[in-house]
């Protein structure tokens, strides 16, 4: 017994000896497999396949393709699964990529339903699993695929994946993808908090000068907001040699500017300034900003307001992204101080023009005025006032007790009860103001207050709430309110404020003369013509920039401006223009805007041309919100013409609510109902680009040649069409020929990508159907490639099949011609773009790399812009036939032309 003792004991010890031995090789192998798994591998084909499990399709895959890393700001992301690539697109574990690293986007995954949303500052994206709808801060988009959960079956983990470039972009960061080492870089903007919200900034960061020197700012740069330039105030005014006296109080916001005996008052998010106490309105709002990354904080104030009224000269250089300031102080020829700029006017983005920009006057706020306003302006519509009473109130009376008037610029409602009154909730409906009071009854009633601001009245009690309503009928929507309750609360009160004119300007802005109206709230006009004479009536609308006129004017459009108040609540403004200049309306919340353009003959059709900012206007039907609104360019080279396209029938709507239209180069207009849908179809008398905004009225349509409309813009060649059918072959007996093929993978398919609301290339067509302009081909082909000057193209592609005599040739090959091939202006030449897409399609589709080639065809070499044409498979070759005519492999080409051009774009920007 003892003996087995011993020797169980040394058996035993043997054993332990090896499991250590065991665990310790182990230890290594994982270290080893783990060290691999982060490693990016600079060549994707020598990665070990993965092996995957798709919970949508329920499918096990073997997955050989690249395994993709993902940087941060230069940074790899920590990550224990790769990304990996499907139909060209990089698909990412967002929890990996965006929640747990650096970028620190919040989330919510519901298992049930598979909805994900991510959250980063005011940036919400809601996506579903197997869908390719999203939702970007409430309105649909369509991402390239959607997003798929799978498990790493090695790493045993499953992984929710969505489209990684989809996502940071539309998060406002930058992606880049090296096809080279299999990484996606990602790169981020500012991490910034203000307006009460953490903010991951993407815009403009600028630089302030001062008499031609650099400023030093430190980690907040000058930031563009709302169009307008915002200048870190402490270090552009105060510590630079402009030794301009600075205080902020962080409890009010206030921000005190003071030089000489000059003296600016502003206050953080409020667009009233005063300058040596003389009230001013901003176009934009100070902002307090803090960097979340380095801490520092500070307040930004609209550089070219503060700068022009301390006494200096400001210019923005939208090139060089700088605020420029200088001494010498320019004034306009009717001495008054250029609030407008001298260049850009207040706007932080807008370029050059022919004549600098001016503000010839600038009317502001009565200092009489300015204790009513800043009220009115500060009240917040009262929605509650909680008082719950047991006892019920009976309502004895409403009655205007204050009617609107010059001495009190509001109107006052007096509801009296026989005790207190109880909890009242506060509605608007419309034009309807209504009041639900707890525990009150009223004698239903309905009568005439005889008041300004409010007319009828009536009051219903309801038996089973124990509640009455008291309905208020506005005279406006725009009008303020504030409900208050008496201490002994007998007593509520209804007070009533009108809107207010506070500023009016008229000036130069981009090459237009403008007549700007700014006021307190949204404002109503009425605008009528008389000959040369533009009236606009704005009813219930305080006049707070009193009488005024101009009789005269530095302007060449603009010949008079005069505005008076015919009583205590309507405002008449008067411009008088030059004959020679047509008109446009554009309305931005607040602000009315009149631009005048000189007429001219275009010198071919002799029809008159007009600025075409806001070409058109109209109004959007009820249930028809601006997020279902779709459009179509249907530009073909013999007719010029846009759809926009509604939901459900509305031509009753339109047939009482026209289209407005205020730009010459537009010919016609119709609206008609065509299947299920209402179409408003534009008629222009040249190529126009478009550009639809939403505002307070409805829709408003720009205008333009495409290249002030679009940035990037590319012209798609289906080869062959018509007559000229291209290759032909049998497959299965049937006919195949090439133009049809042409037709389908470069326009049916890939224009669905290129027209996407998300996509950031403008796409045209040589050819939309089976149609060619011409029956010689050589002269159809010469007028292909002239298009692409026509349209204002930076890119051309052309799609064409191989063929040949024999059936051994296989793959894709792109040509490009040698006496078309210098670079444009962001370095992009026509090798260099055939290059990047003979990659993309050979690595994508998996055909045989034929390489790139200089060729003298007539669309590439006597072209405008760099121009290609693919070649992508051989229609002689009987299974690269059954392949090109494969609609998955279609499909994937359509994916590959569109992702290989918007890549092209990124890397080669133009600038625009």
């Not at 691999?36 to 993965?50: G, N, T």
């Not at 993902?70 to 698909?91: E, F, H, Q, V």
């Not at 930031?223 to 040699?241: G, I, Q």
């Amino acid at each position: 017994m003892r003996i087995v003792r011993i020797r169980k004991k040394q058996v035993y010890c043997k054993q332990k000896e090896r499991k250590k031995l065991l665990q310790y090789k182990l230890v290594c192998i994982f270290t080893i497999l783990a060290a691999l798994c982060f490693m990016p591998s600079s060549k994707a084909d020598a990665a070990a396949a993965l092996s995957l499990y798709n919970y949508q399709t329920k499918q096990n895959i073997e997955y050989t393709g690249q395994q993709v890393v993902y940087t941060y700001n230069g940074k790899t992301i920590a990550a224990k699964t790769p990304g990996i690539i499907i139909d060209g697109s990089s698909m990412a574990s967002f929890k990996d990529v965006f929640v747990n690293s650096p970028i620190k986007m919040k989330h919510n995954f519901n298992e049930k339903t598979g909805k994900l949303t991510l959250t980063s500052g005011s940036t919400v994206m809601e996506m579903t699993l197997g869908s390719k709808t999203v939702l970007l801060n409430g309105k649909k988009v369509t991402a390239p695929l959607a997003p798929v959960r799978v498990k790493y079956k090695a790493q045993k983990t499953s992984k929710v994946l969505v489209p990684a470039r989809f996502v940071a972009e539309a998060f406002g960061y930058s992606y880049q993808w090296n096809s080279s080492t299999s990484t996606a870089s990602i790169t981020g903007g500012l991490k910034l908090n203000y307006g009460g919200k953490d903010v991951n900034y993407t815009g403009t960061q600028g630089k302030v000068t001062f008499d031609g020197t650099h400023i030093t700012l430190n980690t907040i740069p000058v930031m563009v907001v709302d169009d307008t330039a915002l200048l870190p105030a402490y270090r552009v005014f105060s510590k630079s040699p402009m030794k301009v006296s600075y205080s902020y109080n962080m409890d009010t916001g206030e921000i005190i500017l003071k030089k000489g005996d000059i003296k600016i008052q502003l206050t953080v998010g409020s667009k009233m300034a005063y300058v040596n106490g003389k009230a001013k309105i901003m176009d934009t709002a100070p902002i307090f900003v803090k960097n979340l990354q380095s801490k520092e904080t500070c307040a930004l104030v609209p550089g070219n307001f503060v700068a022009t009224n301390l006494g200096f000269s400001y210019t923005w250089n939208n090139s060089m992204k700088t605020s420029q300031i200088t001494t010498k102080k320019i004034t306009n020829e009717n001495n008054g101080t250029n609030n407008g700029g001298n260049n850009n006017g207040n706007t932080g983005e807008t370029g050059q023009t022919k004549l600098p920009d001016t503000t010839l006057f600038q009317w502001g706020l009565l200092t009489e005025l300015l204790e009513s306003y800043t009220i009115a302006s500060n009240t917040v519509n009262t929605a509650e006032i909680s008082q719950d009473v047991i006892s019920t109130a009976f309502i004895e009376s409403v009655t205007l007790t204050q009617i609107l008037g010059n001495s009190s610029q509001k109107e006052v409602y007096t509801i009296k009860a026989n005790s207190p009154i109880s909890k009242t909730t506060i509605t608007e409906e419309g034009n309807i103001l209504k009041l639900l009071i707890n525990n009150a009854y009223i004698n239903t009633a309905a009568y005439n207050l005889s008041g300004i601001l409010a007319g009828e009245f009536s009051g219903v009690y309801h038996a089973i709430e124990n509640n009455s309503e008291l309905s208020f009928k506005l005279s406006s929507t725009d009008i303020k309110y504030a409900i208050d309750l008496s201490e002994d609360k007998y007593t509520m009160t209804v007070t009533l404020y009108p809107n207010y004119v506070n500023t009016i300007a008229a000036g130069r802005k981009n090459g237009e003369e403008f007549v700007a109206i700014t006021a307190m709230e949204d404002i109503s006009v009425t605008l009528t013509e008389s000959g040369n004479y533009l009236m606009l009536q704005l009813p219930f609308t305080v006049n707070g920039v009193g009488n005024n006129n101009t009789e005269s004017s530095s302007l060449e459009g603009v010949k008079a401006v005069s505005v008076t108040g015919i009583n205590d609540y309507t405002t008449n403004i008067t411009i008088e223009k030059s004959e020679a200049y047509t008109y446009r309306v554009d309305r931005n919340k607040n602000t009315y805007t009149v631009f005048l353009t000189k007429s001219f003959d275009s010198g071919n059709s002799g029809e008159t041309e007009t600025n075409t900012e806001n070409a058109l206007q109209f109004k959007l039907p009820e249930g028809v919100t601006f997020s279902d609104i779709t459009t179509e360019d249907r530009y073909r080279y013999y007719q010029n013409k846009i759809a926009i396209l509604l939901p459900g029938d509305q031509t009753q709507f339109y047939d009482e609510n026209p289209v407005t239209v205020s730009a010459g180069v537009v010919q016609d207009v119709t609206v008609s109902y065509v299947g299920n849908q209402t179409e408003i179809v534009i008629v222009t008398s040249k190529l126009q680009g478009f550009k639809l905004s939403e505002t307070n009225n409805g829709v408003s349509v720009k205008l333009g040649d495409p290249r002030d409309i679009y940035q990037n813009i590319v012209l798609l060649d289906p080869g062959h069409g018509g007559n000229a059918a291209g290759a032909t072959r049998t497959l299965k007996g049937v006919k195949i020929m090439e133009k049809d093929l042409n037709q389908q993978i470069l326009y049916n398919l890939a224009k669905e990508y290129f027209n996407a609301p998300d996509s950031p290339v403008k796409v045209y067509y040589t050819r939309y159907g089976d149609e060619v302009r011409y029956s010689n081909t050589t002269t159809e082909n010469y007028d292909r490639a002239a298009q692409a000057k026509r349209i204002g193209a930076d890119l051309y592609v052309s799609l064409h099949m191989n063929s040949n005599t024999k059936t051994s040739p296989v793959g894709t090959e792109v040509y490009y011609n040698s006496k078309n091939n210098k670079a444009n202006g962001s370095g992009l030449t026509s090798k260099r773009l055939g290059e990047m897409l003979q990659t993309a399609l050979v690595q994508n589709l998996g055909t045989v790399n034929r390489g790139v080639k200089d060729k003298s065809l007539i669309v590439t070499r006597e072209n405008s812009v760099p121009a290609v044409l693919i070649e992508l498979g051989f229609m002689s070759n009987p299974q690269e036939l059954a392949l090109l005519n494969d609609p998955v492999f279609q499909e994937k080409a359509a994916k590959t032309i569109y992702d290989t051009i918007c890549q092209v774009f990124e890397e080669y920007p133009t600038g625009r």
